[in-house]
């Protein structure tokens, strides 16, 4: 397991900030309050593991295949559900969302490889990941990929939580199927727009794997 490019900085500063909270806990606490001392560095100590924890990038074997399209996150199924895409399709589409909790790896992944046909930012609220309205309403980034099977549309949704939405594709550029294209900061969810009566293979509430979980699959 190694640590994702984008936690560098962050780790570092939170390293800082542990250090510098319990030299001074040590110094000035710990001759007459020597337990609150210990307290203070074993909270700050998890907190900083889990901030650690966040930005891991696991070794995985992806599940690649043409005819596959991959969950693009980690997480569990929250939707399953046909929508009317207002953003870009402009058409019914089978919308299936994935919420990131703040304990899942974040790196999103390509569900599949094509050229990118579109990349939009937008910004918005920061309403709770599974709420209805967060698919339209929050910060988010969406991407389009189209190859010879069909086109689909990602999102990276922000949530309470999500401050920061990295994305590392722009328009025109060739994308392969489980390679890194952004990466969210501290819990949220991608929604995966398809055509409908494409086969799904995750039901509600099941929990998915990035570049590993085949979400849907082309006939």
């Known amino acids: 397991m190694t640590i994702h490019r984008e936690g560098y900085r962050t780790i570092a500063i939170s390293t800082l900030i542990f250090g510098l909270i319990n030299a001074a806990s040590f110094s ?3 001759a007459d309050f020597h337990w609150i001392s210990l307290i203070i560095f074993f909270v700050t ?8 924890s966040f930005f891991r990038l696991p070794a995985r074997v992806h599940t690649i295949g043409e005819k596959n399209i991959l969950c693009p996150a980690d997480g569990k199924v929250v939707v399953i559900e046909e929508i009317t895409d207002v953003e870009y399709f402009k058409d019914k589409r089978i919308q299936v969302s994935v919420f990131m909790s703040p304990a899942n790896v974040h ?8 050229i990118v046909t579109y990349n939009q930012y937008h910004k918005g609220k920061y309403l ?3 709420h209805p309205k967060s698919s339209t309403e929050n910060e988010r980034w969406s991407v389009a990929v189209k190859n010879n099977y069909g086109e689909i549309l990602y ?25 890194e294209y952004g990466f969210i900061k501290f819990g949220s ?7 409908v009566g494409t ?6 509430n099941e929990v998915v794997k990035g570049g590993v979980t ?6």
């Open 28 to 30: 000035f606490l710990s």
């Open 45 to 52: 100590l998890f907190l900083l593991l889990f901030i650690i």
């Open 107 to 114: 790196v999103n992944r390509n569900p599949m490889d094509g």
């Open 128 to 130: 709770v990941a599974w």
């Open 155 to 179: 999102k990276q949704i922000a949530g309470a939580l999500a401050k920061r939405i990295c994305n590392y594709t722009k328009v025109g550029q060739e994308v392969k199927q489980a390679d």
């Open 189 to 195: 969810r991608v929604d995966v727009l398809l055509p």
């Open 199 to 204: 086969k799904i293979n995750v039901q509600l």
């Open 214 to 219: 085949v979400l849907a699959s082309w006939d």
